[in-house]
């Protein structure tokens, strides 16, 4: 019932694999922790991986099968990772467009 916020890829996967998401929204770049956060990352959205990305989760989902019943939407901003995710997604589910 409702939405649940999670930030990194280690909260999410519990969700999944307990069976617990219907609908999903999912980000590429998910940002970085504090202590990664002090590297210099020249202009570019900050990721680590101890966040993980969108495409660390779709691969996991891939690998694992823990599939929600109903595809994964993307919102991000990031065309090369959106592609990515939604290629995966795609080749799981059918032809699937960013945000549906």
């Known amino acids: 019932v409702g939405w649940t916020w999670v930030k990194t890829i280690q909260e999410a996967k519990p969700?999944?694999?307990?069976?617990e998401v219907?609908?999903?929204s999912l980000d590429h770049d998910l940002g970085c922790?504090?202590?990664?956060?002090?590297?210099?990352?020249?202009g570019v959205m900050p990721h680590c991986s101890h966040f993980g990305t969108g495409l660390?989760?779709?691969?996991?989902?891939?690998?694992?099968?823990?599939w929600p019943k109903n595809p994964p939407r993307v919102h991000s901003f990031n065309p090369w990772g959106r592609q990515a995710m939604l290629?995966?997604?795609?080749?799981?589910?059918?032809?699937?467009k960013v945000g549906e």
Not at 15 to 19: A, I, T, V
Not at 56 to 66: K, V, Y
Not at 88 to 96: A, D, E, L
């Open 22 to 24: 219907g609908e999903s």
């Open 56 to 66: 660390d989760l779709i691969n996991w989902l891939e690998a694992t099968g823990h």
């Open 33 to 42: 922790c504090e202590d990664c956060a002090k590297e210099d990352w020249k």
């Open 15 to 19: 969700y999944f694999e307990r069976g």
């Open 87 to 96: 290629q995966i997604i795609n080749k799981h589910y059918g032809s699937v």
